[in-house]
């Protein structure tokens, strides 16, 4: 396979995220039936291996900017669930007091600079941090998640212009799911592979089966290599599927607009199944070991929810808090 | 103290920024020219990088300038033309002005923001806007509106060194205009008023390039022997709600002076402030002098009929006198 350069122990982590991810949001969509979180959620069910596969390839001094459906590159990016369940509950322990929720977790220290509730929003984002770390010169690079609808946003356009004319260590990060909120790609972008808009603005354009973990990795490693190298910036057109629809709860307003057997079929190609059967052919792992991270995870996600829901909410006046830095 | 221009005194600031701090730096379409000379010459001695010509691309530069103040560095962006920032609207109003706040107080944006407003002659309606109003009602970001070539350094040095989102609108007619500008570091803290003349009987609250006019009608008033007082809010936010007030206590009577329009408006929204806090100080009605309600027209008789001029604001302060 291709894992060659990665250690055993790297391995295990990257499905121990994939993992995670998925039972974060799974827990995610319960509570919020249940009602007990506020607002929208949007799951990323099914393109886990994407956010895993290019964090992984990412250091803590990297940057991210994501999107409304951004829980994943959180978590992968180091996020932690226990302060990210207590915001999605709007409680003061969340990673924004309660004042971002779902779609606006910023973790300062991660280099999250921010998921984003207006599509193509962050990516403008990203550059600017790329911008700054070229002038710092302490080489991170800056990735911009987005999703294929805000391919066809102004800023994605304005964007990879700046980056590509001044070749600033950025890696755009084009999610492909196959939808832009309820309208499939193939009516909303004139062009079948995102990859190719690439050409427009001086560089590489990559795409990438965005349920094999492995290879989203060594694509995105390939392309902070040539950040590095100040050779500037790559579009990644990673493509997958979303298992759910677009906002969970949304059958009670849309109906359902997929055929179902367009999404029984990305099921069979679950990223979790595909990469745990790579790890047990190369004899790296034994079931028994996938059951036990499995498990681990659960408790994880089960501590988060118990702290999020015996969390305080914020006092009520403490919305006037944070407008400005004094 | 030295005389210098308009333009002259934000050359300074800049320059003067960026030398003491090798984080600041700025961008926006055709600075290395300098489209309004503001930044001329600063390319040459400061170099490509930190003074960063950018392709017209609004939404980019704007959000890119955001994603920098996020990563520690202090950007000036320049938007050229007021109006313009109806191009990159998502960016300042819906990322710049609600990331610190979303994020809990996480973010830190160090971000000053830079254009030419108002009507300068002829140039139209997506030339001539006053735009400040609009961002008035996007909480999360600081509005500055010098008065003057003082006040454009003074305030424009604040803004660079301030750790959120500032919006500076210097106004094209006052590009032509010169004035004394204190020798050396010369700073003028956001959310502070001043009296640019006292006055006893009355006082016009000028925003920006009203406040030439405002002084203006103030002297001739006072060959009238009617007291004017004039006073310049500087910010808009944060605003320096105690100083206007204490004119308006002073006075008993006020008349607003500002080029953008009326509904909706930076008039309108002081005066509320004023009948909030400050009703009983009142011994007349507030008067509003404004551009009317309708885009800037482009011919001239139509362009100073939908204006405001000295003649609109002495005819307010007229009407309003016991």
């Known amino acids: 396979m291709q894992a060659t350069t990665l250690a055993k122990e790297q391995l295990f982590s990257m499905y121990r995220m994939m993992v995670t991810i998925r039972r974060f949001e799974e827990a995610l969509r319960n509570l919020f039936f249940q009602g007990q979180i506020p607002g929208f959620v949007h799951l990323s069910i099914g393109e886990e291996a994407v956010p895993t596969g290019v964090c992984a390839a990412l250091t803590d001094k990297d940057y991210i900017t994501t999107t409304h459906r951004g829980h994943g590159h959180m978590l992968a990016k180091g996020g932690k669930p226990k302060l990210m369940m207590a915001e999605m509950f709007g409680r003061r322990t969340g990673y924004c007091k309660g004042k971002g929720g779902s779609m606006h977790i910023v973790s300062y220290d991660l280099g999250i600079l921010g998921a984003n509730g207006i599509v193509g929003g962050g990516i403008p984002i990203a550059v600017g941090a790329a911008l700054a770390s070229s002038f710092r010169g302490n080489d991170a690079v800056a990735v911009a998640f987005f999703g294929d609808g805000a391919s066809n946003e102004g800023t994605f356009h304005e964007s990879a212009n700046l980056a590509g004319l001044w070749k600033l260590p950025v890696i755009f990060v084009c999610q492909n799911n196959g939808y832009a909120e309820f309208t499939p790609t193939s009516e909303s972008t004139a062009v ?71 999404i029984e079929a990305a099921k069979q190609r679950c990223a979790i199944v595909l990469f745990a059967k790579k790890l047990l052919a190369t004899g790296f792992i034994e079931q028994a070991e996938l059951d ?35 | 103290m030295p005389v210098i221009g308009f333009i002259e005194a934000i050359r300074q600031a800049i320059g003067e920024e960026m030398e003491r701090d090798p984080s600041v730096f ?41 994603g920098a103040a996020m990563a520690g560095m202090r950007p000036i962006v320049e938007i050229e033309f007021a109006s313009f920032f109806y191009c990159c609207f998502d960016q300042v109003c819906n990322q710049a002005a609600k990331l610190r706040y979303m994020s809990g107080g996480q973010a830190r944006l160090p971000l000053t923001f830079r254009c030419v407003y108002g009507a300068m002659g002829s140039a139209a309606a997506q030339h001539s806007e006053v735009i400040y109003p609009q961002f008035l009602a996007a909480p999360g970001l600081k509005i500055v509106v010098p008065s003057g070539a003082a006040e454009a350094k003074g305030l424009l040095k604040a803004a660079i060194r301030d750790d959120n989102p500032v919006l500076v609108f210097e106004h094209g007619r006052l590009g032509f205009t ?6 050396g570091e010369y700073i003028i803290p956001l959310g502070r008023g001043a009296v640019k003349r006292a006055g006893t009987d009355l006082t016009i609250i000028a925003i920006g390039a009203m406040v030439p006019k405002a002084l203006t009608v103030a002297e001739e008033m006072a060959k009238d022997g009617v007291s004017v007082e004039v006073w310049d809010p500087q910010t808009l936010v944060p605003l320096d709600e105690e100083g206007m007030l204490a004119s308006v206590a002073k006075t008993g009577r006020v008349v607003i002076a500002d080029e953008g329009h009326l509904r909706g408006g930076a008039a309108g929204d002081l005066a509320a402030i004023i009948i909030d806090k400050g009703f009983d100080y009142l011994n007349a009605p507030i008067k509003r002098v404004t551009a009317l309600d309708v885009p800037i027209p482009f011919s001239p008789p139509l362009e100073n009929y939908v204006l405001p001029d000295e003649a609109k604001i002495k005819a307010a302060v007229q009407e309003i006198l016991p």
Not at chain 2, 39 to 58: D, H, M, Y
């Open chain 2, 26 to 66: 700025i961008m926006g379409e055709d600075v290395k020219l300098g489209a309004f000379a503001a930044t001329r010459g600063l390319f040459e001695k400061f170099g490509a990088a930190r003074v960063r010509n950018t392709p017209i691309s609004e939404a980019g530069i704007a959000g890119a300038g955001i």
């Open chain 1, 292 to 326: 036990r991270i499995a498990a681990e995870v659960q408790r994880k996600i089960d501590e988060a929810i118990a702290f999020a829901q015996s969390s305080p909410f914020p006092e009520p006046q403490e919305a006037l808090d944070d407008v400005f830095a004094p």
């Open chain 1, 192 to 262: 079948k592979d995102i990859a190719i808009r690439a050409q427009g603005y001086n560089m590489p354009g990559v795409i990438v089966d965005g349920n094999d973990v492995l290879a989203v990795y060594e694509v995105v490693k390939t392309a902070v290599a040539r950040a590095k190298r100040g050779e500037g910036p790559t579009l990644i057109e990673a493509k997958t599927y979303r298992w759910e629809g677009h906002v969970v709860g949304e059958q009670a307003f849309v109906g359902e607009y997929r055929p179902a057997a367009e």
């Open chain 2, 178 to 183: 010169q004035g004394e500008v204190p020798d």
